[in-house]
């Protein structure tokens, strides 16, 4: 069964450029959740970090406030990508990890 859409709901839902902290955050939680769609399933990684703790963000990007972290070794789960960054649980650590910092086990 296939569907037909108006043109008009295919183009980029954000004509005027976002700004303020505000926009940012809801920008990048539209992306994360529309990422997460297309990835169905969590994933395991570990923590590769030159032997630093890993900081956990409340939201891809460099910026965000911190929200915990994860020692260098450890597992996690991986819930969902937005770009180069990783939406991740541990413990009770919860939100947005650089991608550089982990190993993805497929």
Known sequence: MS????????QEPFSEPMSGPIDAVLR???LFF???????HTRTATVENN???L???SAPFPDAPCTGC???GA????QGRCGS???VCCNEARGFVSGDGIVLHY
């Open 3 to 10: 569907h037909t859409y108006p043109s008009s709901m295919l």
């Open 28 to 30: 990048s939680a539209l």
């Open 34 to 40: 529309a990422d997460c769609l297309r990835t169905p």
């Open 51 to 53: 032997g630093e703790s």
């Open 55 to 57: 900081s956990v963000l």
């Open 70 to 72: 994860i020692p260098d």
């Open 75 to 78: 597992s996690l789960t991986v």
């Open 85 to 87: 960054w990783y939406a």
